[in-house]
């Protein structure tokens, strides 16, 4: 399964994930991927797991056109 797991509390204006959280990204949404790959950009260790997949998939399904770092 791919997932991604928070490493330290990531805080947006309407998003809050703790540290501990799992994150299961074929079942997240667009915001929350975009969220994660801002955060992940922004300190790549405050989370961890599959971030190949993050970063191809757009939360509706696999996007082949998108490169590890938008």
Known sequence: ???????????????????????????????IIKFLRRKYKEDPTCIKGDIDFLFSFDGTGINEDCEFFL
């Not at 998003?15 to 079942?27: D, M, N, T």
């Open 1 to 31: 399964m791919h997932k991604i797991k928070i490493k330290k509390d990531l805080f947006a204006e309407e998003i809050e994930l703790g540290k501990g959280a799992v994150i299961l990204l074929p079942h997240a949404t667009p915001p």
